[in-house]
């Protein structure tokens, strides 16, 4: 041939020759570690060829992949079930997917999976492991997936598990969106009191949620349901806090003390740790009571801004040595059924405080508090009893007012300090102590407020509103609203009448005023 048909000869250097046969093929290693983030994103997992360092898949075999930033797919062709021992993603986006195959695909891991950042997605793969472990990443189980124990121990976690089932999720650290997923149970176990885990989206428990140490926040966007319990404070945790900023949580059935058979669906301070539940906003909804302290600890409800609570009771203080329960209230609405607010001391080693300076206190049913309650002056309103009755819903717990239905709340402890209360609603309010409290006592339009005896207004003024009433009680004989020196009752008001159901006297230095607007209504 002419030498100007020769062929010619292609010499590239060893790093382009090396580049171009990665566009061609992935390389499977032997310690089976998988690089999918260059060129050739994609390869094929099965347990006879796939992984070609000369040997098969086996079932102890463990897989590491690194995926690239934009999606990377690792496919399943021909296999139905694939078992291992660990699979790990390193960083990237993942895709391990079978939906070639004539059937859904078991991925049975008897060690852990594992990403330490990234996301993988399984489609059409049903994934078991003993252990799963996220820092930072996102998980997708296809439906039908089950993890005995699932690890988040930093940065922002997502997980998609509709349709599949966790035993166990640890929140150790960072935060977490929980996108319906369905786990055993759910437990805070930070690193320190002062460690707080922020939890959002939505979850159905099958448990408890228990926190031993560290701050769990709900948001806006947070809805979990629990089947059994919300404990704060177990043996061998710290001090711990639940702050609901929003959001929705929903107690759905309740444990109990065995040696007492108090039955609970929330509770706090637990053997000396102390705990505090804070309800800023949204809602909490509970089949059964709310134990504040269980123990020589304390344990404090705070309930502010427009947070709703609804449960059967508050037992302040369960019948335990050194327990101190604490309940504040200077906003929202807290809704109890016929257990009231309750305590049971052991001994003087016991203790509790109730403080209310705003807010509202509203009934399910007819219910009663025997306790001393301290009327704070601060929210510039009074804590308000309402006493048109809500109804429950057996299987939502939901709280509605739907009717004008009477309630009966009754207060037979001492009522001090220099806050104020009102009544309001189609039932009434009942005062048999000899109160203290200096803020004065409002009865709104269209409610009733029963007293024992003059002493239950307290030292305060007396307001009736045109539509309230006042009256006595069966136990208070030949009732006479007798004012000393210093009291003073007040009618004002603009629409119905001011109802005074008992014997009024004015006695010297006492003082009755009547606002203009309510003197056509005074009866």
């Not at 296999?79 to 004539?102: F, P, Q, R, Y």
């Not at 997936?145 to 166990?168: C, K, R, W």
């Not at 935060?175 to 939505?202: C, E, M, P, R």
């Not at 049913?365 to 809500?390: H, M, Q, R």
Request: with cysteine; aromatic share 4%.
């Amino acid at each position: 041939l002419p030498s100007s048909l020769t062929p010619m000869k292609l010499r590239l250097p060893v790093y382009l020759l090396s580049a171009l046969l990665a566009c061609l093929s992935v390389t499977y290693a032997a310690d089976k570690s998988l690089d999918l983030s260059g060129n050739t994103k994609t390869a094929t997992w099965n347990t006879t060829t796939a992984w070609n360092d000369g040997a098969a898949w086996a079932d102890s075999d463990s897989a590491t992949v690194k995926a690239a930033a934009d999606s990377s797919t690792l496919s399943i062709t021909d296999e139905t079930t694939i078992a291992g021992t660990n699979l790990t993603l390193s960083e990237g986006k993942l895709t391990v997917d079978s939906t070639g195959t004539s059937e859904t695909t078991l991925l049975n891991l008897t060690g852990a999976l594992t990403l330490t950042t990234g996301e993988l997605i399984f489609n059409n793969v049903k994934t078991t492991a003993a252990t799963a472990t996220m820092s930072g990443a996102t998980l997708s189980l296809f439906a039908g997936s089950t993890i005995t124990t699932m690890n988040l121990t930093s940065g922002t976690n997502v997980l998609n598990t509709a349709g599949s089932t966790i035993t166990t999720l640890n929140l150790n650290g960072g935060s977490a969106q929980l996108n319906n997923g369905t786990f055993g149970g759910i437990y805070v176990k930070t690193a320190n009191a002062t460690t707080a885990f922020d939890l959002t989206g939505s979850a159905t428990v099958n448990g408890s949620l228990i926190m031993h140490t560290g701050t769990l926040n709900f948001s806006e966007n947070t809805d979990v349901s629990l089947k059994i319990y919300l404990g704060l404070g177990q043996n061998g945790g710290g001090a711990m806090t639940l702050n609901m900023n929003g959001g929705k949580l929903t107690v759905l059935g309740h444990d109990s003390h065995t040696n007492s058979g108090t039955t609970f669906s929330i509770q706090l301070g637990n053997w000396g740790k102390t705990s505090t539940l804070n309800l800023a906003s949204g809602s909490i909804l509970l089949e059964d009571m709310v134990i504040l302290a269980q123990g020589a600890c304390t344990g404090t409800l705070h309930v502010s801004g427009d947070g709703f609570m609804g449960a059967k009771g508050i037992y302040v203080n369960r019948d335990v040595d050194g327990s101190n329960g604490v309940f504040n209230l200077d906003g929202g609405t807290v809704v109890l059924g016929v257990n009231g607010i309750r305590y049971a001391p052991k001994n003087s080693k016991s203790s509790y405080a109730l403080n209310l300076s705003g807010g509202t206190l509203a009934a399910s049913a007819d219910w009663e508090c025997a306790l001393n309650i301290n009327l704070v002056e601060g929210s510039g309103a009074p804590v308000n009893f309402d006493t048109t009755k809500y109804d429950v819903n057996s299987e939502t717990q939901e709280r509605t007012q739907t009717a004008a239905t009477a309630a009966q709340i009754t207060l037979s402890g001492v009522l001090s300090g220099s806050g104020w209360l009102s009544t309001s609603g189609a039932g009434s309010l009942v005062l048999t102590g000899e109160n203290k409290h200096t803020g004065g006592t409002i009865v709104t339009s269209g409610g009733t407020l029963k007293i024992a005896s003059v002493a239950a207004l307290g030292n305060g003024v007396t307001t009736i509103y045109r539509g309230g009433n006042l009256a006595a009680t069966e136990s208070f004989v030949s009732p006479v609203l007798s004012l000393d020196a210093g009291k003073r009752l007040d009618i004002t008001g603009t629409a119905g009448s001011a109802n005074l159901s008992m014997g009024l006297a004015l006695n010297t230095g006492s003082m009755l005023t009547v606002d203009v607007d309510a003197l056509a209504g005074l009866k």
